[in-house]
Each structure stands twice: as structure tokens, then as C-alpha cells.
């Protein structure tokens, strides 16, 4: 059925990108339904199950019929816990009303996006980001400044890039640590450097830090507002539960920011979407509040999976992959592979030709907007990642 003229899309529509990420991954499920072998390193998943005691907390909730509207920033004693989590965890003191819990980490970046943002506002975004951040800002009616990094540093914004995006236009950075797409993880010093420079510039932060607590080799994964004094009142963390717990699905998120923006992030969310799914919640709690030994097994679990990417990759000639410090994402250089006459052109081609010739998904640089390059997530058993580097190395090996 075609739509008539009066359905047709809103401005807002038209650069509108669907996310490569989850685009990648229904490809590779569609292959896998009719019957291929596909080895699907493409989405940011933990493959892991949630642990058992927070799925058990979420059934615990339905018999006891806590499946009704809750507060639509989230139950009290959800936004308490992750208050109080991330006091013990970061030295920062903040309570349930810096905290608003959103639909996914996703949601809680739309809010940050739409409650802040004016058109004409720029939001520099050091490239590669996540794929979401570009689209979810445009959305807002807002413009991302995209600013390149390279891999000799680690793919880390330098100071003097991040000064000389600054226009009178800019109202905030994002940055993303550990990062996906990269897995690279900013120090102290590092992030310092960069509060100095918002501050200096009196702009805000938003700091994406869904991948806090998956950090290799007992590095520190720091928390933004707490590296200058009073640096909390222009900050804003964005967390949430699916990834560190492996809940990609309940989809919980929040943010922790001052009371005045949390309140109308709130009230958006109120108009928006009302509350997160009160299942969720009460399963979100005991993941913050229950054990925490799971945390350390699925983290050991990427590190020792990491060192294994790390190993196979370096050994391809023409690869490079910067220092993977966390999360659970190799983002390599495949420039090297391009340009041949038969061969791929570029970073999408590349991974439309992987797939098809060895049926592993991998995302393009492209969609993080770093052409030249591809993502891997390493997010999948030992095994699945040795056939897909296996396959890569041959794939790599049949160009030259
Ligand atoms: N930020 C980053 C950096 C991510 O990788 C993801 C992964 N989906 C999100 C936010 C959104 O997470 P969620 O599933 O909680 O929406
Ligand atoms: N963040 C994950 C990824 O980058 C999940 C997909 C998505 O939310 O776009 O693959």
C-alpha cells in the first residue's frame, strides 16, 4: 500500500541513518535463519546470558505484580541505588535526583540531546564515535563537529584538535571511554586536559561510560565530573546496565547529571515514553545492589578474548589496532586492502564482501565515521572468534 502525499516524512527524516550496527547484526541473523554459516562479529552485545539472580529478581517482580506505571524518571529505590553505586565507585556524592533512568543508554542520550540542545548548537564529537551519537544529535535539531583522531594516538582527541573546534557555537563535547567503536581508554591525565579545555571554553560534557566497569589489565576507567572541582555542574554521565550485567535487552539506562536538567530530562521522559519497563527496573536493582562477582567473570572473559583479537590481528601484515584497553570492540586499519582494481573501494564493500565470500559480519569504519577502517566486536566464545579471525587472515591473504 502506497502512503499519500499528507504522510509524507518530516524534514527531520531525510538524513536520517538507520543504525549500522543493528542493520549488520539483522543481516547476519537473517543468514544465520536460512541455514549459513555466519560468524556475527558485528553488534555490541555481551554473548554472555544475564545472570541468574537478575533474572530471578525480574520474575520475583511479576509474581508480585510490580507490572504496573512506576514514576516515569524511575522507582525511587532504583534511582537510589544507582546514586549510591556510583558514589562508592567514583568519591562523587549524588542522590537519587541527579539520576533519571531511561529505555537503554540510547534513550538517555536522546534526553540529554533534546533537553540541552538548540538548532544551531554544535556538539563536537571526536571521530570514530558510536554510531548513534551523530543521528540522535541531528535529531535535536543540533549539529555534530566531527573531529578527527588518529590511530598513532590511540584515536584519542588532542588537545590542540578539540581548541581549534571550539566556535562560539559550541554548547558541548562528547566523549566515549571506554570507547566504543575503538575500545580505547582515556587516562586521568588525558581526560584532565580535556575538562580544562570545557571549562576554559565553558562548555558542557556529556560522558558516555556504559563501558565503566569492563576494563582490561586493572586499568582506572575515570569518571568525568570527578577530575576538577565543581566540573559535576557541567557534566553529564550516561550508564546503564547492558553491557556491564549483559541486559542489552531489559533495556536500562540513565543518566547522572545536575537536578535541574534531570528534572526535564524527567518530565520529557514523562511526555515521551512515561517509565522504563518496571520489570526491568526491579531487575536493574539487583544487578547494581546483588552480587558483583559476575561482573569480574564476563570481564576476564573480554580480557582473556581481547588478548586473543590483539594477537591474531597484529600478526596480519597491514593491520594496525590501537591499544584496546576496554569495552569489547577491535577497530583495525584496512586501508591497506583498499583501492585494488577488483578488490573493495571501500570500508562498506569490504565488509559486504567478507560476509558474503566468508560469513563474518563486521560493521564499516564508515558508520563511526572513520572510513579505512572496521569494527569487530569481540563479544562472541573463543571459538567463534578463532574461525572469524581465521576467515579475516584469508579474506586479507586472497587480496594480495
Ligand atoms: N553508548 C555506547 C557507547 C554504546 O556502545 C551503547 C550500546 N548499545 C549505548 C550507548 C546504548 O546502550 P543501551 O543498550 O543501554 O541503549
Ligand atoms: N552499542 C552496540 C553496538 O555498537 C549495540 C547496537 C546499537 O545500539 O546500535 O553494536
Redesign the pocket.
Known sequence: MEEAACLQLAHRMASLQP????AM?ARAGAMKASGIDVIDL????PDFPTPEHICEAGKAAITAGKTKYTPAAGIPALREAIAKDYTRRSGLPVTPAHVIVSN?A?HSLHNVFTAVLNPGDEVIVPTPY???YAELIKLAGAKPILVETSIDEDFKLQPAALKSAITPHTRMLLLCSPS??TGVVYSREELACIADIAIEADISVVSDE?YDQLVFDGRESVSFPTLRPGLESRSIVVAGV??TYSM?GWRIGWTIAPPTLSKAMGSLQSQETSNPCSISQHAAIEAITGPQECVAVMRNAFQARRDLVVERLRNIPGVNIPDIGGAF?AFFDIQASLGASKGPQDSVTWCEQLLEKEQVAT?AGSAFGAEGHV?M?FAASEEKLTIGLDRIARFLGSMQ
Open positions: 543504525s549500522a550496527t543493528l547484526a558485528s553488534v555490541g552485545e537503554g540510547k558510536w554510531v548513534s566504543n567503536p556504559i547492558s553491557k542489552t570492540y560493521v569494527r566486536s
